[in-house]
């Protein structure tokens, strides 16, 4: 479970930034609101989704993508020496441009808040922590400046072992490699659980993700999920009869017997029909045909196809989803249903968190989210991107019109527009 995310010198964030699924003291104007936070251990109570709201350019993707960076260098970061390459400073500020990024994620593993960080350029680690709170104090696990390392021999004993393998002079961790990577790497119980958990959160981008289209058809290869997503596109008011994929090695899939079908687009090894009733013109009887799904679908509905298995997989697991440019090619609707998936306790048992960025403002609404499920990113071009929570701002009530308040620009975080004819005028 995802408590919280810190950022700062990456991208558009010069200035320590936080994106946090605390829940907020606050009362919501309404009593189902109440579903849309849980139980996240005795300390705190945490949000089910936060939506960011921004303008273009200030900095929505960047503090998503920043997440991205901090889970690839943390699984990555021992095989690939170019991980630290995924950093990318503040670049508007002379000082900035050399200094170490900032990253440290707040979460929950079995029951335990853990606190992980380090501070990196893109040639090495600067500093490395990770603190625990198993009992009712946080503690250090190990913290580490440049080659200094410090452990906790009680709490993180995997360290006490490795301590001896680092005083024999052996670079088991490189200047541009996490310890807690190799830690895990040998076998460290803590350190491969924390990994595991990190390696969970799920990132894809709404728009274009071939990571996500590549994801999604080998997920549908198992016929369990494959026929959750076919009931779940039913669901959302896309009406096929069956998802057949069928391996471009093959001559023809059995599924495929007795149906007329079109040519399909190859993914990898996969193709992809939609299965749907070909109806007789005199009559109710029909056949089934299968058609290519990507050409004979829109772009919405092949949008839901490859979103469907991530949103199903994370509620099943529990596990966190974020989506970028989440609303893009949805009715406005539909991405509302998908939030309310995420809040409702029956569909989602597991409290799966779902974080996402959007320019759909009918998700603006006190009906739907509380104050602190919505957080603004707005960018001065000195200072870089700011994060604020709704909640933050004074004198918001708990029922006014958030939409109308966001487009006339009372939040901030809303485009300044001059005269675009002007463009125009030699």
């Known amino acids: 479970m995802v408590i919280e995310f810190s950022l700062g010198n990456f991208k558009s964030f010069k200035d320590l930034q ?9 009362k919501p104007r309404y009593k189902w609101l109440e579903i849309n936070s849980f139980k996240g ?7 089910k989704s936060k939506a960011i709201y921004g303008s273009n350019a200030s900095g929505k993707s960047n503090l998503i993508k920043a997440l991205a960076a ?53 040639k090495e680690v600067v500093s490395e922590w990770l603190f625990g709170k198993p009992g009712e104090k946080e503690v250090p696990f190990f913290t580490r400046e440049g080659k200094e390392m410090i452990f906790n021999r009680k709490q993180y004993a995997e ?18 490699a996490l310890f807690l990577s190799a830690a895990a790497a040998l076998n460290g119980k803590i350190s491969k659980q ?40 039913n669901e959302a008011g896309i009406a096929i009869e069956d998802i057949v994929v069928e391996d471009s090695n093959a001559n023809r899939n059995p ?54 298995p991530f949103i199903l997989s994370a509620i099943e697991d529990g596990n966190t ?7 893009a090619r949805l009715h406005t609707n539909l991405a509302k249903s998908i939030v309310q998936l995420f809040h409702s306790p029956e569909g989602n048992p597991k409290n799966a968190q779902f974080i ?8 603006l609404s006190p009906l739907l989210t509380r104050r602190d499920q919505i957080l603004f990113i707005r960018k001065d071009e000195k200072d870089g991107s700011r994060a604020y929570n709704l909640s933050d701002i004074k004198g918001v009530r708990n029922d006014e019109n958030y939409e109308k308040n966001y487009l006339i620009g009372k939040y901030s975080a809303v485009p300044k527009i001059g005269s675009l004819d002007l463009a125009l005028l030699d």
């Open 194 to 233: 924390i990994l595991d958990a990190l390696s969970k959160i799920t990132i894809i981008s709404g728009v274009s993700d071939n990571f996500m289209k590549r994801t999604a058809y080998k997920m549908l290869e198992n016929e369990t999920q494959k026929n959750k997503v076919v009931r779940f596109l």
């Open 18 to 26: 936080s994106l946090s699924l605390i829940e907020n003291p606050i």
């Open 255 to 308: 599924d495929f017997a007795g149906m007329v079908r079109e040519p399909s687009a190859s993914y990898g090894f996969e193709k992809i029909y939609a299965i749907k009733k070909q109806y007789d013109e005199t009559s109710d009887s029909y056949q089934k045909i299968a058609w290519n799904f990507e050409k004979g679908e829109s772009d919405g509905t092949n949008k839901m196809l490859q979103l469907s």
């Open 321 to 327: 989803l974020i989506v970028d440019e989440f609303e």
């Open 70 to 122: 901090f889970i690839y260098i943390t699984q990555n970061s021992l095989k690939d020496d170019r991980a630290l390459k995924k950093i990318e400073p503040f670049l508007l500020l002379k000082k900035t441009e050399d200094a170490p990024t900032f990253f440290q994620l707040m979460f929950i593993v079995d029951g335990v808040k853990y606190r992980y960080g380090f501070e990196a350029t893109r």
């Open 41 to 47: 251990n005795d300390e705190y109570r945490l949000l």
């Open 356 to 363: 996402f960025s959007t320019h759909d403002t009918n998700l």
């Open 159 to 176: 360290g006490n072992r490795l301590k001896s393998l680092l005083s024999d002079g052996n670079e088991i961790v490189r200047p541009n």
